[in-house]
């Protein structure tokens, strides 16, 4: 790169180096521009050489003297998503992921954060409300918890290419190209931007510009042209856009509102029509000049609300009640009114409050979903897993049953009981892949599964001491017509299971230990129970008919003269309120029993009948006392009753 070049680039904002399409771009102005692999593939894509930038930050993931850099991948992805290039829609996955492997999340901060702000739109409430904490708080590793955020979001996790992580930057790309009236974070673009990115294109749309026509001003204030000029005067004509999505509540079509706010100011989602309205509009004043006394504001009301009637939903209800209401003061449209050519002020205030608290805190029809992809929801099959901690010969160990359910009915998927339906040619296969701290692969293990083992697999693994984790995925598998066995191609996409195991259990001796807690049912008499490490089919949903199966494994007893040693079991199943804590207006299920073994190593299941329990989420509690030492260890699982 020439001097002049060198000196160009350094002149460039610290913040953004500007990218065709706005692309975002860090720039850290604490680095030797020279030598920056990052920043050198930002001229090549300025210049226009945006392959050659890609090869370049490709050829620094597994290159020598490049650290992980997370401006490297989320600036890969955004060109190779721009540029429409599936053929580098892989490494661009695997530069994202590299990115986030980052041992320096510090230097990368800002980057990191405005990547946080990216996907917290496609969040539940409550998820993104932990994520703003995690950003705000000092010593987070922001890229790790990024890096763990996109894995679960792969719809193919044993693939190269995340398309979940793809369809999210081709929405933010089209979203910055079409919806530009304004450019806010977290995209760069307007509302329609945030909107788009989360739900994708609508069904319908309708635009336009609202107003008071002429007719309508003649129906409504006949006889009086210096009033109807008067409310020209106050009326913007603001623009408008309505967004229309069926799928987003089942109970009606789930309506955007777009527009210019007060009207005239800034286009942007708005709670309902009473924020188009200009303020000097709604002032007293403004009845000075209509005949009917009251603020122009009700006036526009009714004709916005006419405007918009055709889109049905709140708009045509509101429109109908309005223009109901308006008709008996009407002479034009009812020759009996009592000559007050408009209703009551005080009444079309209580229309207009009540219009305006309904849709800013009770809106009708709220999105039921956060987002709408093509990889998420119903589109991915079901998969049940448990992780179990124990030990073997005192060395920890992870047990970790995964059961596929793609291919039963609902009493099947959801209670495991009846024999799987055969639908050959298909066959399945769970794929254990294992992460590090940072999230980076460090081994993944397949089982091909069959009907005769009800679609089980069980994995073994030495359990270190230190952050790791899992993902299990069961994936259909299709025979070829060349009789090649490949995964189906979704949707809907194998089902998955992420874990990030506690810490392993203590083989001191001199200590007691407990296994985690194994639930399920029991395993059915067509199932050959090999491959099962425990006795029963795990899952944490059960109908309320069949009797709850919790296997327990006891360690490091002491031991009285004769070596015997000697626990008392106490379990409870807790019922849970909406919230998932306890339920203190119902009692729990409780069991107890004294144990005694000579072995080293007690391994049991006990039966439970919760036959009598109500539908819905509970805790299986158990706390195991050693009766010759008072010592006591504690563990719980979920479960899930069905009716």
Request: charged share 30%; aromatic share 10%; proline share 7%.
């Amino acid at each position: 790169m020439t001097a002049a070049a060198l000196m160009a680039l350094a002149a460039l904002p610290a913040n953004i180096l500007g990218l065709n399409a706005g692309r975002i771009v860090q720039a850290d102005s604490g680095l030797t521009v020279a030598s920056d692999v990052y920043e050198r593939g930002v001229r090549l894509v300025q210049e226009g050489d945006w392959e050659e930038a890609l090869e370049l930050w490709d050829e620094a993931l597994g290159g020598t003297g490049v650290s992980p850099d997370p401006r490297i991948g989320l600036a890969f992805v955004e060109v190779a998503a721009d540029e429409k290039a599936e053929a580098w829609y892989e490494p661009a996955t695997r530069a994202v992921m590299w990115g986030f492997t980052t041992t320096e999340p510090e230097r990368f901060r800002e980057t990191l954060e405005e990547e946080v702000e990216r996907i917290i739109p496609l969040m539940e409430e409550d998820e993104a409300a932990s994520w703003r904490t995690l950003k705000d708080s000092a010593g987070v590793n922001l890229a790790n918890e990024l890096a763990g955020f996109w894995i679960e979001k792969d719809p193919t996790p044993t693939t190269r290419v995340n398309e979940r992580l793809m369809e999210h930057w081709q929405r933010i790309l089209y979203a910055r190209e079409n919806f530009q009236y304004y450019e806010d974070p977290p995209y760069r673009t307007d509302d329609r931007g945030i909107i788009y990115v989360k739900f994708g294109e609508p069904d319908r749309r309708k635009f336009g510009f609202l107003g008071a026509g002429e007719t309508e001003l003649k129906n409504r204030i006949p006889g009086d042209a210096g009033a109807r000029e008067a409310v020209r005067r106050y009326d913007s004509n603001p623009q408008y856009e309505v967004w229309v999505y069926e799928e987003l509540n089942p109970a009606e079509f789930t309506r955007f509102l777009f527009g210019n706010e007060d009207g005239r100011g800034r286009f942007k989602l708005l709670d309902g029509v009473w924020d188009f309205i200009p303020q000097e509009a709604r002032s007293r004043a403004s009845a000075r000049y209509t005949p009917g006394g009251v603020p122009v504001a009700h006036y526009l009301e009714l004709f916005y609300y006419q405007d918009l009637s055709t889109l049905g939903g709140r708009f045509g209800r509101r429109f109908a009640e309005l223009d109901q209401l308006w008709n008996l003061y009407t002479k034009r449209r009812n020759p009996s009114a009592n000559g007050n050519p408009a209703p009551l002020e005080t009444t079309l205030e209580a229309y207009s409050y009540r219009y305006q608290i309904q849709d800013r805190h009770d809106p009708p029809n709220p999105p039921l979903m956060p987002v709408i992809s093509a990889y998420e929801g119903d589109q991915r099959e079901e998969i049940v897993t448990q992780t179990i901690r124990t030990l073997e010969d005192n060395q920890p160990r992870l047990v970790i049953t995964a059961v596929s359910a793609s291919r039963m009915g609902l009493r099947d998927r959801r209670g495991l009981r009846r024999q799987r339906l055969e639908t050959a040619p298909f066959a399945m296969r769970h794929t254990l892949i294992v992460r590090d701290s940072l999230h980076r692969e460090v081994g993944r293990l397949t089982d091909r599964v069959s009907s005769d083992r009800g679609d089980v697999s069980t994995f073994l693994l030495r359990h270190v001491d230190r952050n790791m984790h899992l993902t299990v995925v069961g994936e259909t598998l299709k025979e070829q017509e060349s009789g090649e066995v490949r995964p189906s191609q979704g949707p809907p996409y194998p089902g998955q299971a992420h874990v990030e195991p506690a810490e392993p259990l203590n083989p001191d001796p001199e200590r007691l230990e407990v296994s985690d807690l194994a639930t399920g049912v029991r395993i059915p008499d067509n199932l050959d129970e090999v491959g099962f490490l425990f006795p029963l089919l795990p899952t944490p949903q059960i109908w309320r008919q069949d009797p709850l199966l919790v296997y327990l494994e006891v360690y490091h007893l002491a031991r009285d003269a004769m070596g015997v040693g000697r626990f008392r079991a106490d379990f409870r199943i807790v019922p849970l309120n909406r919230e998932g804590e306890a339920d203190t207006s119902r009692g729990p299920v409780t069991l107890g029993v004294e144990l005694e073994t000579q072995e080293p190593v007690f391994a049991r299941s006990f039966f439970i009948n919760l036959r009598d329990q109500e539908p819905g989420g509970y805790r299986v509690e158990v706390e195991v006392t050693d009766l010759l030492t008072g010592e006591t260890r504690y563990r719980q699982a979920p479960l899930e009753i069905m009716g």
